[in-house]
């Protein structure tokens, strides 16, 4: 999202009228399906960036089916995730290759647990291990990501990054007033004042949406 993000910005700054802002984050299957349905007159603005539940079972069942040698059909990749509208978006049929699903098992965390106690597996007794690191070590990105905000800031960090070379500070989101649920924050990137917004529950993301659509939105990027 980051290198789309800041394509899509450099385009609109240098006069490509045809480029559609703000860009909004995709990685949120329950937000998705609700755009969908509610805004598709807007479906050329979100990311093109699949979830990273799903980015992660495409390269699995490639990628790294290529290094094990075996067949994406021989492979079953389980996803661990907090979310339920994770287990609708592994069985949409563009998620699959001739019938095969990128991801064929999402657990909810709440399963999972309940998994681990039917097991009887005790965590406190078991020995420490190292997690397996098949596609190498993780970026500074991916702690913040799963936090609310932390989508368009690392899609933000990766973009500053990319265009400056250096590593972007700390970014400072601000409630916007008389807009409870919105917050917002200014990045200065060489000549240019991005503006950046996030938007807690869907509410709050119609009522950005409709300023969208009556071209009042002030911001380059939007997560909700």
Request: proline fraction near 5%; aromatic fraction near 8%; charge should be negative.
């Amino acid at each position: 999202e980051g290198s789309e993000f800041l394509d899509r910005l450099t385009r609109f700054l240098d006069g490509d009228k045809s480029v559609k802002l703000p860009i909004l984050t995709s990685c949120c299957p329950g937000w998705v399906k609700f755009f969908e349905h509610q805004f598709s007159e807007l479906l050329d603005i979100p990311s093109t960036a699949k979830s990273p539940q799903q980015m992660f079972g495409a390269i699995a069942k490639t990628y790294y089916a290529d290094i094990l040698g075996i067949p994406r059909e021989k492979m079953v990749v389980v996803s661990i995730m907090p979310c339920l509208a994770k287990k609708y978006e592994c069985a949409r049929p563009e998620f699959a290759v001739n019938g095969n699903p990128d991801v064929d098992i999402v657990l909810s965390t709440r399963e999972l647990a309940r998994l681990i106690k039917r097991m009887n597996i005790d965590f406190a007794n078991l020995p420490d291990e190292d997690f397996d690191a098949p596609l190498g070590e993780s970026t500074g990105a991916a702690p913040i990501f799963g936090a609310t905000g932390g989508v368009i800031e690392a899609a933000l960090r990766t973009a500053y990054e990319l265009a400056t070379g250096e590593t972007l500070t700390n970014v400072n989101f601000e409630a916007v007033r008389g807009m409870e649920g919105i917050r917002a924050a200014k990045v200065q990137v060489g000549p240019h004042t991005l503006n950046i917004g996030i938007a807690h529950e869907l509410g709050n993301a119609r009522k950005l949406l409709e300023k969208v659509q009556a071209g009042e939105s002030e911001f380059h990027a939007i997560e909700i």
